[in-house]
């Protein structure tokens, strides 16, 4: 974890809602299964990306159900104006050393709405200043 003690509630990140639908990672799966849905958050960012995701798999409409039916019970967070504030600050702050343009809208999201980004790409997100996120794909 970086940041904060602080952790919860969470927004899970694009590769960690990935992960959680392949199944291929016990600690993770554990961790998400362990926390009630009203704890658990994905922007609309993380959707706009599995989205795309679908169009290009192979079979399209059944890799979009399976993320549809995990993301139905969990509350998806818009990129609004509270968020768009904070992601030019952020923005600023890393202009010499960038990260992800869709990871820094995500940052933005969970900056706006106090909540730490539970990713397994800490080496982007951690460059973030002020933002708290955990890799639940590790077991720690």
Do not use: Y
């Not at 554990?30 to 290009?56: M, N, P, Q, W, Y």
């Not at 409409?61 to 509270?82: K, Y």
């Not at 730490?116 to 794909?137: H, I, K, M, Q, Y």
């Amino acid at each position: 974890m970086t940041r904060s003690a602080r952790s919860g509630p969470w927004l899970l990140d694009t590769n960690t809602v990935i992960f959680f639908i392949k199944g291929r990672n016990p600690a993770l799966t554990k961790r998400i299964l362990g926390h009630h849905v009203s704890d658990l958050r994905v922007s609309d960012i993380t959707i706009a990306e599995l989205e795309f995701g679908s169009l290009k798999a192979p079979f399209p409409n059944r890799h979009r159900a399976r993320w549809r039916h995990f993301l139905g019970s969990l509350e998806s967070l818009p990129f609004d104006a509270a968020a768009a504030v904070t992601h030019a600050r952020a923005r600023l702050d890393l202009r010499h050393q960038p990260i992800g343009e869709r990871d820094l809208l995500i940052a933005a999201i969970a900056l706006a709405h106090d909540l730490t980004v539970v990713t397994s790409n800490l080496a982007e997100f951690s460059r973030v200043p002020g933002l708290r996120c955990e890799d639940w794909s590790t077991g720690g």
